[in-house]
């Protein structure tokens, strides 16, 4: 999203990403959103620029001492997410796909399966440079009660059941769904390595 890193988008409408406030928030600005194609055998890029960012009330003071470079506690809460406006529509028929959102009976429960996507770096990843990206990763996670001081309402998760890895660098504002195909229910944010839960 910036000349120096990399998020994970959603497309929740013709004009407007969801991601990570984190990801949005920094003293570089987006410079573009790519829209990268889900086949493994099509790797073409739509690019759009941002034309809004729009980040929850909740979330600003964090944001603005991002902006300022100054030093952010790291705290776990459910309002580090973005919504960026795009200057132009996306162009549907090109395969790109709008994900639905959520209704207020999608919460899920402790115990419950949810997938993530996202294109950060794994163990796997093929690009030496850290500059992620590429390769779209999707998998299944467990829905868990939170085990440490959140801020607002989170929806915290676990690797799981058959996983070994959650999210890495790169997955940041990547979306976390009810099902494979949606809605979106929330984004990756941060997270505990599980000894420290």
Not at 114 to 125: E, F, L, N
Not at 160 to 167: L, R, V
């Amino acid at each position: 999203m910036t000349e120096t890193s990399m998020c994970t988008a959603t497309l929740i409408s013709a004009k407007a990403v969801i991601t990570a406030g984190h990801c949005v928030c920094g003293t570089k600005s987006i410079n573009r959103i790519a829209f990268l194609a889900l086949s493994d055998f099509d790797h073409r890029a739509v690019n759009h620029d941002a034309s809004e960012i729009k980040i929850p009330p909740e979330y600003e003071p964090t944001c603005q001492l991002k902006r300022e470079n100054k030093r952010v506690t790291q705290s776990f809460g459910g309002y580090d997410m973005a919504i960026v406006l795009l200057t132009k529509m996306v162009n549907l028929e090109s395969g790109i796909k709008v994900i639905s959102l959520p209704s207020e009976s999608d919460i899920p429960m402790p115990a419950s399966i949810v997938y993530i996507v996202g294109y950060g770096a794994d163990v796997k990843d093929p690009d030496p440079s850290g500059r992620y990206g590429g390769i779209l990763k999707k998998g299944r996670a467990t829905v868990m009660k939170c085990r440490h001081r959140t801020i607002g309402n989170p929806i915290c998760i676990q690797p799981g059941p058959d996983e070994k890895q959650i999210s890495g660098p790169g997955d940041s504002g990547g979306p976390l769904l009810l099902s494979p195909q949606g809605p979106i229910i929330g984004v990756a944010s941060n997270g505990l390595f599980l000894p420290n839960l």
